[in-house]
């Protein structure tokens, strides 16, 4: 079976080779995150107490922080105070990373076809139809899952603000929480491939039959 590179030497192929290194680009920068929300409580000593979080960000499943201070001299110690985090923003969070995922493969898949069945591409009418409908959806997807990802992503940085989770912990004197710059990058990377998957249309869409007829029709004026 030979392997054929014409369909690398053509746009179509160029974008699956970037759409394939950005989608993974793009999950892993969700997948791999791992935050924390710090506090600094009571006084003699002050004590630190830590909430993490990370993917899927179902906030509300972290494990509560209990914070407890010891008796100044010649008082009482403050009631204990659990501390948790709010908000449950999974189904966001791994619908974003699904779309990478089916990218992905899917560029694993099509980039086989290219290479080895190249010829059968070009002599069924059939298969660029189904690589044109098939990445429209993909593109869908990616618009999609980037804005709800981005919608959640600011409501996530919005339960772990400091002035949120101090109207929650009456004896905290500092809360400070990790960056969210991989995060940011994810959202930005989800809407870069879905310009990759768009852009991508057009070219498929010369591939297509409806495009043959067209100039064909286009020729016989």
Do not use: H, R
């Given at each position: 079976m030979?392997?054929?590179?014409?369909?690398?030497r053509e746009p179509r192929g160029v974008m699956r080779i970037l759409q394939f290194v950005f989608a993974?680009?793009?999950?892993?920068?969700?997948?791999?995150?791992?935050?924390?929300?710090?506090?600094?409580?009571?006084?003699?000593p002050t004590t630190t107490f830590t909430i993490?979080?990370?993917?899927?960000?179902?906030?509300?499943?972290?494990?509560?922080?209990k914070i407890a201070c010891l008796a100044p001299s010649g008082g009482t110690a403050p009631p204990p105070e659990f501390v948790s985090l709010r908000g449950d923003f999974s189904s966001d969070a791994q619908f974003f990373v699904a779309s990478g995922v089916l990218a992905f493969l899917y560029c694993m898949g099509i980039v086989v076809v290219y290479g080895l069945f190249e010829e059968?591409?070009?002599?069924?009418?059939?298969?660029?139809?189904?690589?044109?409908?098939?990445?429209?959806?993909?593109?869908?997807?990616?618009?999609?899952?980037?804005?709800?990802?981005?919608n959640s992503l600011t409501s996530i940085k919005s339960v772990t603000d400091v002035s949120f989770i101090k109207n929650d912990c009456k004896i905290?004197?500092?809360?400070?929480?990790?960056?969210?710059?991989?995060?940011?990058?994810?959202?930005?990377?989800?809407?870069?491939n879905f310009f990759l998957w768009a852009s991508d249309l057009w070219f498929l869409y010369k591939e297509t039959q409806w495009f043959k007829m067209r100039q064909e029709s286009a020729g016989g004026v």
């Open positions: 030979n392997v054929s590179l014409t369909a690398f993974i680009c793009a999950f892993a920068t969700i997948s791999g995150y791992s935050g924390q929300v710090n506090l600094s409580a009571c006084e003699s993490s979080f990370g993917y899927p960000f179902a906030l509300s499943d972290a494990t509560p922080a059968k591409y070009q002599s069924n009418n059939m298969l660029p139809l189904i690589d044109f409908v098939l990445t429209t959806i993909l593109a869908v997807l990616w618009l999609s899952s980037s804005a709800a990802w981005a905290c004197k500092a809360v400070w929480t990790n960056s969210f710059s991989s995060l940011n990058i994810s959202v930005l990377l989800g809407f870069l």
